[in-house]
Protein backbone atom coordinates (compact mmCIF):
# COMPACT_ATOMS: atom_id res chain seq x y z
CA UNK A 1 0.00 0.00 0.00
CA UNK A 2 1.12 3.39 -0.80
CA UNK A 3 1.68 6.12 1.92
CA UNK A 4 2.28 9.61 1.74
CA UNK A 5 4.26 11.28 4.54
CA UNK A 6 3.92 15.29 5.35
CA UNK A 7 6.67 15.97 7.78
CA UNK A 8 5.63 19.95 8.79
CA UNK A 9 2.60 20.24 10.45
CA UNK A 10 2.88 23.77 10.67
CA UNK A 11 4.99 26.38 7.96
CA UNK A 12 4.43 30.54 8.22
CA UNK A 13 6.12 32.74 5.77
CA UNK A 14 6.24 36.14 5.06
CA UNK A 15 4.46 37.84 2.19
CA UNK A 16 5.82 38.53 -0.74
CA UNK A 17 8.92 35.27 0.40
CA UNK A 18 9.38 31.70 -0.89
CA UNK A 19 8.08 28.69 1.14
CA UNK A 20 8.65 24.98 0.62
CA UNK A 21 6.43 22.33 1.99
CA UNK A 22 7.73 18.47 2.09
CA UNK A 23 6.32 15.60 1.18
CA UNK A 24 8.09 11.68 0.87
CA UNK A 25 5.94 8.97 -0.13
CA UNK A 26 6.16 5.09 -0.28
CA UNK A 27 5.22 3.24 -3.24
CA UNK A 28 6.60 0.41 -4.89
CA UNK A 29 5.20 1.30 -8.38
CA UNK A 30 6.71 2.76 -10.82
CA UNK A 31 4.10 5.15 -12.79
CA UNK A 32 1.74 7.64 -10.95
CA UNK A 33 0.59 10.48 -10.25
CA UNK A 34 1.45 13.12 -7.46
CA UNK A 35 -0.71 16.35 -6.17
CA UNK A 36 -0.63 19.30 -4.10
CA UNK A 37 -4.28 20.52 -2.98
CA UNK A 38 -4.99 22.96 -0.94
CA UNK A 39 -8.05 23.71 1.36
CA UNK A 40 -8.56 27.27 2.56
CA UNK A 41 -10.92 28.06 5.35
CA UNK A 42 -13.89 27.70 3.28
CA UNK A 43 -12.91 23.75 3.24
CA UNK A 44 -12.82 23.54 -0.60
CA UNK A 45 -10.05 21.36 -2.03
CA UNK A 46 -8.64 23.04 -5.03
CA UNK A 47 -5.84 21.13 -6.49
CA UNK A 48 -2.93 23.16 -7.05
CA UNK A 49 -0.46 21.00 -9.07
CA UNK A 50 0.14 17.82 -10.55
CA UNK A 51 3.16 15.75 -11.53
CA UNK A 52 3.57 12.52 -13.34
CA UNK A 53 5.83 10.89 -12.42
CA UNK A 54 7.41 9.45 -16.06
CA UNK A 55 8.26 13.46 -16.65
CA UNK A 56 11.52 14.17 -14.95
CA UNK A 57 10.66 17.71 -15.66
CA UNK A 58 9.31 19.72 -12.36
CA UNK A 59 5.91 20.95 -13.00
CA UNK A 60 5.07 24.68 -12.42
CA UNK A 61 1.95 26.77 -12.53
CA UNK A 62 2.62 30.47 -12.01
CA UNK A 63 3.94 31.10 -8.48
CA UNK A 64 3.70 27.01 -7.65
CA UNK A 65 6.49 24.48 -8.62
CA UNK A 66 7.43 21.12 -6.99
CA UNK A 67 10.81 19.71 -6.88
CA UNK A 68 10.15 16.16 -7.76
CA UNK A 69 12.96 13.48 -6.62
CA UNK A 70 11.92 9.93 -7.81
CA UNK A 71 14.40 7.81 -6.48
CA UNK A 72 14.55 9.89 -3.25
CA UNK A 73 10.38 9.18 -3.29
CA UNK A 74 9.99 13.38 -2.56
CA UNK A 75 7.63 15.39 -3.89
CA UNK A 76 8.16 19.35 -2.32
CA UNK A 77 6.38 22.57 -3.67
CA UNK A 78 7.90 26.00 -3.14
CA UNK A 79 5.80 29.23 -3.22
CA UNK A 80 7.29 31.46 -4.61
CA UNK A 81 6.18 36.03 -3.86
CA UNK A 82 3.84 34.50 -0.85
CA UNK A 83 0.30 36.23 -0.80
CA UNK A 84 -2.23 35.96 1.80
CA UNK A 85 -4.12 34.01 0.05
CA UNK A 86 -2.23 31.76 0.09
CA UNK A 87 -2.75 30.78 3.72
CA UNK A 88 -4.42 27.24 4.02
CA UNK A 89 -3.92 23.20 4.65
CA UNK A 90 -1.81 21.89 1.75
CA UNK A 91 -2.03 18.59 1.35
CA UNK A 92 0.15 16.00 -1.13
CA UNK A 93 -2.01 12.98 -2.43
CA UNK A 94 -0.71 10.28 -4.55
CA UNK A 95 -2.79 7.91 -7.36
CA UNK A 96 -1.84 5.32 -9.25
CA UNK A 97 -1.42 5.33 -12.91
CA UNK A 98 -3.82 3.62 -15.43
CA UNK A 99 -6.17 0.43 -14.28
CA UNK A 100 -9.19 1.40 -12.21
CA UNK A 101 -8.18 2.68 -9.22
CA UNK A 102 -8.95 5.68 -8.90
CA UNK A 103 -8.33 5.99 -4.93
CA UNK A 104 -6.30 9.14 -4.09
CA UNK A 105 -4.06 8.90 -0.99
CA UNK A 106 -3.62 12.04 1.09
CA UNK A 107 -0.71 12.97 3.65
CA UNK A 108 -1.67 14.65 6.60
CA UNK A 109 -1.49 18.24 5.62
CA UNK A 110 0.52 21.18 6.27
CA UNK A 111 -1.35 23.99 7.65
CA UNK A 112 0.71 27.36 5.86
CA UNK A 113 -0.04 30.82 7.48
CA UNK A 114 1.02 33.77 5.87
CA UNK A 115 2.48 37.14 7.71
CA UNK A 116 1.32 40.40 6.80
CA UNK B 1 -25.00 25.89 -9.19
CA UNK B 2 -21.45 25.00 -10.84
CA UNK B 3 -18.66 22.48 -9.38
CA UNK B 4 -19.42 20.17 -6.71
CA UNK B 5 -22.25 20.66 -4.06
CA UNK B 6 -22.66 19.44 -1.12
CA UNK B 7 -26.08 19.86 1.40
CA UNK B 8 -26.19 20.52 4.31
CA UNK B 9 -22.81 22.77 5.14
CA UNK B 10 -23.07 21.53 8.96
CA UNK B 11 -24.90 18.86 10.64
CA UNK B 12 -25.54 17.99 14.30
CA UNK B 13 -26.88 14.71 15.06
CA UNK B 14 -27.68 12.13 18.33
CA UNK B 15 -26.57 8.98 18.05
CA UNK B 16 -29.81 7.33 17.29
CA UNK B 17 -30.75 10.03 14.53
CA UNK B 18 -31.36 9.67 11.15
CA UNK B 19 -29.86 11.60 8.63
CA UNK B 20 -28.16 11.77 4.87
CA UNK B 21 -26.04 14.03 3.43
CA UNK B 22 -26.45 15.08 -0.32
CA UNK B 23 -23.50 15.89 -3.07
CA UNK B 24 -24.71 17.14 -6.52
CA UNK B 25 -21.81 17.26 -9.37
CA UNK B 26 -22.66 19.87 -11.92
CA UNK B 27 -19.50 18.92 -14.64
CA UNK B 28 -20.85 15.78 -16.12
CA UNK B 29 -18.61 13.43 -14.49
CA UNK B 30 -19.00 9.50 -14.27
CA UNK B 31 -17.13 8.61 -11.03
CA UNK B 32 -18.07 10.29 -7.55
CA UNK B 33 -16.46 9.57 -3.82
CA UNK B 34 -17.05 10.50 -0.43
CA UNK B 35 -14.32 11.26 2.06
CA UNK B 36 -13.62 11.80 5.76
CA UNK B 37 -11.54 14.42 6.92
CA UNK B 38 -11.12 14.06 10.71
CA UNK B 39 -8.51 16.50 12.60
CA UNK B 40 -5.09 15.68 12.18
CA UNK B 41 -5.59 12.69 10.15
CA UNK B 42 -5.38 11.93 6.20
CA UNK B 43 -8.29 12.33 4.04
CA UNK B 44 -9.80 8.84 3.95
CA UNK B 45 -11.43 7.50 0.85
CA UNK B 46 -14.97 5.64 2.56
CA UNK B 47 -16.42 4.60 -1.19
CA UNK B 48 -16.39 5.36 -4.80
CA UNK B 49 -18.82 5.10 -7.60
CA UNK B 50 -18.10 4.53 -11.21
CA UNK B 51 -21.05 4.97 -13.49
CA UNK B 52 -23.23 4.48 -10.46
CA UNK B 53 -21.79 0.74 -9.16
CA UNK B 54 -20.18 1.05 -6.49
CA UNK B 55 -16.46 -0.16 -7.12
CA UNK B 56 -14.52 0.23 -3.42
CA UNK B 57 -16.01 0.23 0.03
CA UNK B 58 -12.94 0.78 1.79
CA UNK B 59 -13.54 -1.24 5.34
CA UNK B 60 -16.28 1.35 6.30
CA UNK B 61 -18.77 0.83 9.12
CA UNK B 62 -22.21 -0.12 7.76
CA UNK B 63 -23.87 2.35 10.06
CA UNK B 64 -22.49 4.68 6.80
CA UNK B 65 -24.84 3.74 3.45
CA UNK B 66 -24.28 4.86 0.37
CA UNK B 67 -26.69 5.51 -2.38
CA UNK B 68 -25.76 6.20 -6.23
CA UNK B 69 -29.13 6.81 -7.83
CA UNK B 70 -27.92 8.67 -10.73
CA UNK B 71 -24.16 9.58 -12.18
CA UNK B 72 -24.52 13.34 -10.79
CA UNK B 73 -25.83 12.59 -7.43
CA UNK B 74 -24.48 10.79 -4.34
CA UNK B 75 -26.12 10.38 -0.63
CA UNK B 76 -24.30 9.09 2.15
CA UNK B 77 -26.98 7.56 4.80
CA UNK B 78 -26.30 8.05 8.59
CA UNK B 79 -27.67 5.97 11.26
CA UNK B 80 -26.81 5.05 15.15
CA UNK B 81 -23.32 6.88 14.88
CA UNK B 82 -20.83 6.99 17.32
CA UNK B 83 -19.22 10.77 18.23
CA UNK B 84 -15.87 9.34 16.56
CA UNK B 85 -17.94 9.97 13.18
CA UNK B 86 -17.38 13.24 14.07
CA UNK B 87 -15.71 14.86 10.95
CA UNK B 88 -15.73 16.87 7.93
CA UNK B 89 -16.92 14.80 4.66
CA UNK B 90 -16.25 15.66 1.42
CA UNK B 91 -17.51 14.53 -1.54
CA UNK B 92 -15.63 14.88 -5.15
CA UNK B 93 -15.90 13.53 -8.63
CA UNK B 94 -14.18 12.94 -12.21
CA UNK B 95 -14.24 11.78 -15.35
CA UNK B 96 -12.66 8.13 -15.51
CA UNK B 97 -11.87 6.77 -18.46
CA UNK B 98 -10.54 3.56 -19.41
CA UNK B 99 -7.04 4.98 -20.88
CA UNK B 100 -4.58 5.83 -18.50
CA UNK B 101 -4.93 9.27 -18.94
CA UNK B 102 -5.26 11.57 -15.52
CA UNK B 103 -8.45 12.85 -14.62
CA UNK B 104 -8.59 15.54 -11.71
CA UNK B 105 -10.93 14.88 -8.83
CA UNK B 106 -13.23 18.41 -7.94
CA UNK B 107 -14.06 18.22 -4.62
CA UNK B 108 -17.65 20.05 -2.99
CA UNK B 109 -17.06 22.52 0.26
CA UNK B 110 -17.68 19.47 2.68
CA UNK B 111 -20.98 18.55 5.33
CA UNK B 112 -19.37 19.25 9.37
CA UNK B 113 -20.85 16.37 10.99
CA UNK B 114 -21.24 16.52 14.92
CA UNK B 115 -22.17 13.46 16.80
CA UNK B 116 -23.06 13.92 19.78
Known amino acids: AQTVTQSQPEMSVQEAETVTLSCTYD???????LFWYKQPPSRQMILVIR??????QNATENRFSVNFQKAAKSFSLKISDSQLGDAAMYFC?????????????FGKGTLLTVNP | ETGVTQTPRHLVMGMTNKKSLKCEQH?????MYWYKQSAKKPLELMFV???????ENNSVPSRFSPECPNSSHLFLHLHTLQPEDSALYLC???????????????FGPGTRLTVL
Open chain 1, 51 to 56: QEAYKQ
Open chain 2, 92 to 106: ASSQETSTSSYNEQF
Open chain 2, 49 to 55: YNFKEQT
Open chain 1, 93 to 105: AYRTRGGSNYKLT
Open chain 1, 27 to 33: TSESDYY
Open chain 2, 27 to 31: LGHNA
